[in-house]
């Protein structure tokens, strides 16, 4: 049995736990060889930054919440674009992604301006975004010291 999951928008007093939530996880998966996370990226998504995307009107973030906590963020700018897609490695492939993208999608859809969603994904993501219907739009790119894959997926 599945615990119960909430989906529900960001608030500026989840910005801590948003935040630790993202270190934890770039730490655990995106980490260079020698455990470290580009200094741009942590500053990123410092709680400040988190707060800004939160009080800027281009941003939807959402968060999903389970009984032990706060279990993935999801962060879409300008009905569009994946600026923040992190889900807690607890609760991996236990549906909580596919919750906050299937209300993401639907919120940035529902403005009726959506024709496509962009991300610039970890390689890490690339299968996750696969199962959601994203398609690789390039080759991999690096910006200092982390690699992307560009994706695509077109809104019909």
């Known amino acids: 049995m599945q615990a ?4 529900r928008p960001a608030m500026f007093a989840d ?7 993202i270190h934890r996880v770039l730490r655990q998966f995106n980490a260079g060889a020698a455990g470290e996370v580009a ?10 930054s988190i707060a800004d995307c939160l009080g800027d009107a281009r941003f939807n973030c959402l968060v999903a919440i ?17 600026h923040h897609f992190f889900v807690d490695g607890a609760h991996h492939r ?9 209300r993401a999608k639907s919120d940035a859809m529902a403005t009726g ?15 996750v975004y ?11 790119l690096e910006k200092g010291g982390v690699t992307f894959v560009p994706m695509v997926l077109v809104v019909n």
């Open 94 to 102: 236990c549906g909580v992604g596919s919750a906050l993208w299937q």
């Open 39 to 48: 200094e741009w990226l942590l500053r990123s998504t410092a709680p400040s």
């Open 66 to 82: 389970m009984a032990d906590g706060l279990a993935g963020v999801v962060t879409i700018r300008d009905q569009r674009h994946v």
């Open 113 to 127: 301006h959506c024709e496509e969603f962009v991300v610039r994904s970890s390689e890490f993501a690339v299968p």
């Open 130 to 140: 696969e199962r959601f219907g994203f398609s690789v739009a390039g080759e991999r």
């Open 4 to 7: 119960q999951l909430t989906v």
């Open 15 to 21: 910005v801590e736990q948003i935040s630790a939530l």
